[in-house]
């Protein structure tokens, strides 16, 4: 059911959906690529989360009722054949899981029940879906892990987790781009560069996306450019 209300003078929050899910996340990829399409510049900025997107509009083009009822037209493709747009792409990112990095692979082990190359066969071998990006930028939140990795955030955050690391909380996986504070759990980390300022959408990954994690070794990972220093 897709749903749009006011959030503001020149913005707005249309909904897709209400669960966390592959059809939520392919709804909102679609609506993405359909209102960029349909809209052009009119459409200022355009902001997708897990089952939602905000919507910033020109309102020397649209006040808020005419905005809603050219968004409803755009969308009607979307709410006859959800599923009728082209699959995301898949990108490949490279994961060196050693226990250099990986600083809390063992406490993931201890509290799946799990060995330490059960978590990583596991963690790298399926897709996961850009769900939303944000809490930094190229920040993306990944999922869904398989079941017996779930695990719960740390009690108590780092102050400072290193760049690059790949970690999982409840149900979701995600790398940090840079050094932040974070309490997921690391159980790896990649060389490959998540942000760059210089290009239009900063981040390697899109809403909508598929994201696949390959495990490679030490001699790979810093031939690519990673580091096994903290920071």
Same mark, same amino acid.
């Given at each position: 059911?897709?749903?749009?209300?006011?959030?503001?003078?020149?913005?707005?929050?249309?909904?897709?959906?209400s /669960?966390?899910?592959?059809?939520?996340?392919?709804? /909102?990829?679609?609506?993405?690529?359909? $209102?960029?399409?349909?809209?052009?510049?009119?459409?200022?900025?355009?902001?997708?989360?897990?089952?939602?997107?905000? $919507?910033?509009?020109?309102?020397?083009?649209?006040?808020?009722?005419?905005?809603?009822?050219?968004?409803?037209?755009?969308?009607?493709?979307?709410?006859?054949?959800?599923?009728?747009?082209?699959?995301?792409?898949?990108?490949?990112?490279?994961?060196?899981y050693?226990?250099?990095?990986?600083?809390?692979?063992?406490?993931?082990?201890?509290?799946?029940?799990?060995s330490?190359?059960?978590?990583?066969?596991?963690?790298?071998?399926?897709?996961?879906? /850009?769900?939303a990006?944000?809490?930094?930028?190229?920040?993306?939140?990944? &999922?869904?892990?398989?079941?017996?990795?779930?695990?719960?955030?740390?009690?108590?955050?780092?102050?400072?987790?290193?760049?690059?690391s790949?970690?999982?909380?409840?149900?979701?996986?995600?790398?940090?781009?840079?050094v932040?504070?974070?309490?997921?759990?690391?159980?790896?980390?990649?060389?490959?560069?998540?942000?760059?300022?210089?290009?239009e959408?900063?981040?390697?990954?899109?809403?909508?996306?598929?994201?696949?994690?390959?495990?490679?070794?030490?001699?790979?990972?810093?031939a690519?450019? &990673?580091?096994?220093?903290?920071?």
């Open positions: 059911m897709i749903r749009l209300e006011p959030a503001g003078e020149r913005a707005a929050i249309l909904y897709l959906g /669960v966390i899910s592959e059809q939520s996340a392919a709804r /909102v990829s679609a609506a993405v690529e359909l $209102l960029q399409d349909s809209f052009g510049s009119a459409l200022i900025d355009i902001v997708p989360s897990y089952t939602s997107i905000l $919507l910033t509009y020109d309102i020397n083009h649209y006040n808020y009722f005419s905005f809603k009822h050219a968004v409803c037209s755009a969308l009607s493709e979307l709410a006859e054949n959800p599923m009728s747009r082209s699959p995301s792409r898949i990108v490949e990112v490279p994961v060196y050693g226990e250099e990095v990986a600083l809390d692979l063992a406490e993931v082990a201890r509290s799946t029940g799990l330490g190359d059960e978590v990583i066969r596991l963690h790298s071998q399926q897709h996961y879906n /850009v769900y990006i944000g809490f930094a930028p190229g920040f993306a939140y990944l &999922g869904l892990t398989p079941k017996e990795l779930r695990v719960d955030r740390k009690k108590t955050p780092r102050l400072k987790v290193p760049c690059g790949v970690a999982i909380a409840d149900n979701q996986t995600a790398i940090y781009p840079s932040t504070p974070g309490g997921w759990q690391i159980i790896g980390r990649t060389p490959m560069s998540l942000i760059d300022w210089q290009s959408s900063v981040s390697p990954f899109t809403v909508g996306d598929a994201v696949r994690f390959r495990a490679v070794d030490k001699e790979t990972f810093l690519q450019g &990673g580091c096994l220093d903290e920071f």
